[in-house]
């Protein structure tokens, strides 16, 4: 999504004629974007945020205790 911001923001400058100052920031932030992100997947070891992992592994074990209804959870 962010990569046809930036290129609609092209498009934005190039229709007004003038210095493509809104592409520059637009890229650069972009670009910081991406490389933070690779930065943090790297360093934490884990593409997907902890919250995502963390929803999924509760709602399997809601999942089990409702296909299994001789184990009460409390």
């Known amino acids: 999504m962010e ?3 930036v290129a609609l923001v092209l498009r934005f400058d190039v229709s007004r004629g003038k210095e493509s100052q809104y592409f520059k ?30 929803s999924k592994t509760s709602a399997s074990a809601k999942d089990e205790s409702e296909n299994n209804p001789s184990k009460k959870v409390e």
């Not at 670009?31 to 902890?50: C, D, E, Y």
């Open 25 to 54: 920031s637009a890229f650069l932030g972009y670009t910081v974007g991406l490389v933070l992100t690779t930065t943090a997947m790297k360093w934490l070891q884990a593409p997907q945020s902890i919250e995502f992992v963390e």
């Open 3 to 5: 990569g046809i911001f």
